[in-house]
């Protein structure tokens, strides 16, 4: 399975971004698509949001309503909606995929600064 990741980039503080997701080759009927971070003096990944083919939805307990996540089957994509950005979500975003294997993006930077 091959992610490409789209999105990202420089925001000042209270705006929005979207990231987005494309996966390809491989594809099954079941699986999980979403994105973690990584954030500066935070050693490992953290979840930011998930979506299931079953439309099972997780999100990580920072986001507090600001993001949304949806996918489009047909294209196996999904959308990351982050409104009301912080500081504090600056970090390198990347994309998961997981069914009976796990894969990642490359990683995309998230940089909320005025």
């Known amino acids: 399975v091959q992610l490409v990741e789209s999105g990202g980039g420089l925001v000042q503080p209270g705006g929005s971004l979207r990231l987005s997701c494309k996966a390809s080759?491989?594809?099954?009927?079941?699986?999980?698509m979403g994105w973690y971070r990584q954030v500066p003096d935070n050693g490992g990944r953290e979840l930011v949001a998930t979506i299931a083919t079953t439309d099972v939805i997780q999100y990580g307990d920072f986001v507090n309503g600001r993001f949304i996540i949806s996918r489009d089957g047909a294209k196996n994509t999904v959308n990351l909606e982050m409104n009301n950005l912080e500081p504090g979500d600056t970090g390198v975003y990347y994309c998961?995929?997981?069914?009976?294997?796990?894969?990642w993006g490359q990683g995309t930077l998230v940089n909320v600064s005025s």
């Open positions: 080759g491989g594809i099954s009927l079941v699986y999980v």
């Open positions: 998961h995929f997981r069914n009976w294997r796990e894969y």
